[in-house]
């Protein structure tokens, strides 16, 4: 459990911390829940196989259906409590309020006198550290909004009439309600007893509430022990369980100013008390475990107090700590004690802060070309005991600075990944970096201008500990810049000889021209050649545009459908660039063009190849020419397959394409291939909806009636009339739709009568069908396929009606369906299907289900429809979650 806090821990401390009973030291966890969080879509969808009349195995989908998982508000509150007061005391009641629910929340609080002895007047006030004690005297109604598993510290007060008398008790009722849903509400009861005998309250107080874990500074825990009746009190236990790592001082104890001894069995310190009475102490500590012993209380204060230290290497966090008494409030020792709780007293830890920033060794950092990046790795090692987080901020040194133009970048450990403002402050930080020699690298990049000589240059890098602002200093040095180039050329597709070196080759004269069809790829050889210093490395990226270099539209996008992949023409690798080139050193790749199907004959485009290195700048162009031969083609999409009874019919869609790069008109649409009494007709569609409309059912045709340009497509409809006898019965008919190009062109050189495209449409005629149709319910009684909202913890019903749509009877039904994700199977109401004959349910096996709450896989085995029969399936499930 998350718990909120107002008091913050120090800066740079990430993990929050929490004491158990007991008083160790141990780390919080935010509370777990199974169940989804608001907003989960659950969704649903079932499949059937069965075998038709022509004992063929085939399969269906039905509809998918969704529910959306709503936010369930709930509360937690605890404990009740229970307490003894004087007449006429104040009393206190601490309780926590925890969000348990699946979604954000706040909560309105609510205290009320409950019955017996009146309690007021009653108020709330905000308990943030937890010590039992309102932070403020303003009181609140509502905590802050919590997630889910947060929680949230309050107390409630009031007092009791001085006339109540003694054993009178009175309760108060304490109620937190959601804001989000006021049904979802918890309450307690607390009770306080009425005491006129002797009544002792335990508070306990540090006299520093943060220290550093050096083992040698010492902090005072004060134990005050109030009798505020008017009767004294017999004997009195204190004890006390000093948290881990928390180090006792020996022979530290004092009990009213009498030093007290360690050991057990003595009688360490005799007082007299206000009221001539003598009161002894015994006094002792075994291990993290103080017992102090006071033979009587009388009314009055009285003061225990002790000495801690927190020992070096202690990990930061909280430590809190809680005493405990026991009295004999009526001086009988065969009664009872009282037992009570003091309040939690909470110590933080602060980090010991130490880290080193070093940067790398100076004799280890090559060189950097001209417009190139410089890149340093810098670690920084936090050896303090707990994490910390490090601004790190760029100071130039005086002399030696980097030239103007450079740009700085800081990475993280993958030098990848920029490094971010994680805390608030504006400045750049590592983030949280663990103690005891937790390690971080801050990757700096230093991109140089262009025009960058000389050397070295430097950059201090200051690393600040946000904890106490302590600094550290790496150092970053370029030893020198080498100058750069670099030259791209094409390569003769035959010879492999250097073309266009030197100058770019003027408009109009491209280094190499290639020509080819549309749907063909055309290969440019090319040369990339590094021209920088030996020793050096470089990468060239790679891209190309269609105008010339200083035009005023440059780079210039290629014409729609065309595209240039670069290859490596070694491995035949897809690149982008050229990568790690060493100065003096050339690689060999491909621009492979390709042209695009609807490109048209006779255009030719213009291709100017560049390579650039991202780091240095140096750049160069080669100027290409690549043109289009022209191709006429003609596609038709897509092979389809039906089922059509006898005398029935099936209607398929086309889509008829110009694949060419010329315009083309009278397009032949021809129907081949119908036998056995099956027959069809081809009609346009029109208005391009994909439905066969009354109005194109009226105009069959045997030519498209429109031309198409290049890539233009049009959608035919060939409708398939089935034999009106049964006796063909799992016979297979397949219609080729044929597409050829024709019409008069031997104007422009071509001959009548060019390519084709053809698909087919296989329709087998049956007399069986089966379709299945999904719904859902929240209530199991209205089913709709529309979604639904359900909480977690719902119940989703299902219904699937399968239905034999044939003319004949279809065998071997079983319908497959699955618990959605995020649910689980219910074994009641019980998964059932109706027998299609009698329609009387039938439950499915234990195989064929779920083990009850848990998800899985339904089998519905309904076995033989005949024509026109249903059967419907019921089943159920659970949205985890309360």
């Known amino acids: 459990m998350q718990t909120l806090s107002c008091r913050p821990l120090l800066r740079g401390l990430w993990m929050p911390l929490a004491l158990l009973a007991g008083g160790m030291l141990a780390t919080s966890a935010h509370a777990q829940s199974t169940a989804p969080r608001a907003g989960t879509s659950i969704g649903n969808k079932a499949s059937a196989s069965y075998t038709d ?27 009740p409590r229970s307490v003894r007061a004087y007449p006429s005391a104040p009393v206190n009641f601490a309780h926590t309020v925890q969000n348990t629910g699946n979604g954000p929340d706040a909560f309105n609080l609510f205290a009320t006198y409950g019955s017996g002895t009146n309690v007021s007047p009653i108020a709330i006030y905000a308990d943030a550290n937890g010590d039992g004690i309102a932070d403020s005297n303003t009181p609140i109604t509502r905590t802050p909004t919590l997630q889910p598993g947060e929680s949230f510290n309050f107390v409630v007060t009031g007092r009791i009439p001085d006339t109540a008398v003694q054993n009178d008790t009175g309760t108060v009722t304490v109620t937190a309600t959601s804001v989000a849903n006021s049904g979802a509400t918890d309450t307690n009861t607390d009770t ?16 520093k509430d943060t220290g550093a874990p050096d083992g040698t500074t010492q902090y005072t825990y004060t134990l005050s022990y109030v009798n505020n009746s008017q009767f004294t009190a017999g004997s009195t236990v204190v004890t006390d369980t000093i948290p881990v790592p928390l180090a006792y001082v020996a022979g ?29 102490m015994q006094y002792s500590v075994t291990g993290q475990n103080l017992t102090a012993t006071i033979s009587r209380v009388p009314p009055g204060q009285g003061v225990i107090s002790f000495k801690f230290t927190v020992p070096s290497g202690s990990a930061p966090g909280v430590a809190r700590n809680t005493a405990n008494i026991a009295y004999d409030d009526d001086n009988v020792p065969a009664t009872a004690a009282i037992t009570d709780k003091s309040n939690t007293v909470p110590f933080t830890i602060s980090p010991v802060t130490s880290f080193t920033f070093v940067g790398p060794n100076p004799a280890t950092v090559p060189p950097v070309a001209q417009g190139g990046t410089a890149t340093f790795n810098n670690v920084l090692t936090n050896n303090g005991t707990g994490p910390d987080t490090f601004d790190i901020t760029l100071v130039p040194p005086s002399t030696g600075a980097f ?15 920029p490094l971010l403002d994680t805390n608030g402050n504006s400045t750049f930080d590592t983030g949280p970096v663990a103690g005891n020699g937790g390690q971080f690298t801050v990757v700096m990049k230093a991109l140089l201008p262009s025009s960058a000589t000389g050397g070295p240059f430097t950059m201090n890098k200051v ?28 390569r003769d597709p035959n010879t492999n000889a250097v073309l266009g070196a030197g100058a770019l080759a003027p408009a109009n004269a491209p280094t190499l021209a290639l020509t080819g069809a549309p749907g063909t790829t055309q290969r440019f050889p090319l040369r990339v050649a590094n021209g920088g210093p030996t020793g050096t490395i470089d990468s060239f990226a790679l891209s190309v545009s269609t105008l010339r270099p200083g035009d005023a539209a440059y780079p210039g996008a290629l014409p729609a459908g065309y595209t240039v992949v670069f290859r490596d023409a070694t491995t035949n690798q897809v690149i982008t660039s050229v990568d790690n080139l060493a100065g003096q050193a050339f690689r060999d790749i491909y621009a492979d063009v390709f042209i695009p199907t609807t490109a048209r004959g006779g255009d030719a485009t213009d291709l100017y190849f560049r390579a650039a290195s991202p780091t240095t700048n140096a750049f160069d162009d080669i100027f290409d020419r690549v043109s289009v031969t022209t191709a006429r083609s003609v596609s ?48 346009y569609d029109a208005n391009g909806n994909g439905i066969l409309d009354a109005s194109e059912q009226a105009s069959p045709i045997t030519v498209l009636p429109i031309s198409l340009n290049p890539g233009q497509s049009a959608g035919v409809f060939v409708k398939v009339f089935g034999p009106a006898q049964s006796t063909q019965v799992g016979g297979v008919n397949t219609t080729t739709l044929t597409a050829s190009l024709d019409g008069d062109l031997t104007t422009a050189g071509y001959q009548a009568g060019g390519p084709s495209g053809s698909a087919q449409d296989a329709t087998t005629l049956v007399l069986g069908d089966v379709k299945l149709d999904k719904l859902q319910s929240l209530d199991g009684v209205t089913y709709v396929r529309s979604n639904l909202n359900a909480a977690p913890g719902a119940t989703i019903y299902y219904r699937i009606i399968v ?14 369906d699955a618990t959605p994700a995020y649910t689980t199977g219910l074994a009641a109401p019980a998964p059932t299907y109706t027998d299609p004959v009698t329609g009387n349910p039938v439950t499915v096996a234990p195989a064929d289900q779920p083990v009850a709450n848990n998800p899985g896989n339904y089998v519905f085995r ?5 024509p026109g029969r249903s059967s419907t399936i019921n089943f159920a499930v659970k949205v985890q979650g309360p």
């Open 636 to 683: 038709v999409k897509d092979n389809n397959s039906g089922q059509v009874a006898p005398g029935g019919s099936v209607t398929y869609l086309h889509t008829v394409t110009n694949t060419g790069n010329i315009v083309e008109s009278n397009i032949n649409i021809v129907r081949s291939g119908d036998a056995n009494g099956f027959s069809s007709v081809a009609y």
């Open 192 to 207: 306080v007893t009425v005491s006129t005998n002797a009544n002792i309250v335990l508070r306990k107080a540090v006299s």
């Open 463 to 490: 690393a600040t500990s946000s904890i106490n602002g302590t600094t550290q200093t790496a150092v970053d040095t370029v030893p020198s810049v080498t100058a750069t180039s670099m030259e791209l050329t094409n």
């Open 252 to 280: 530290s104890g004092v009990w009213q100013g009498s030093t007290l001894t360690d050991a057990t069995g003595n009688t360490d310190a005799t007082i007299t008390n206000a009221d001539g009475t003598t009161s002894t």
């Open 403 to 417: 030239p103007a133009g450079t740009t700085f970048q800081l990475f993280k450990s993958d030098g990848k990944t």
């Open 53 to 79: 009349n022509a004992n063929v195995s085939r399969s269906t989908l039905s509809n998918t259906v969704s529910t959306l998982v709503t936010q369930v508000p709930a509360v937690d509150l605890t404990d």
């Open 803 to 816: 239905t034999n749509t044939g003319t004949a009877d279809v065998t071997s039904v079983v319908v497959n």
């Open 862 to 866: 309904v076995g033989t429809l005949q």
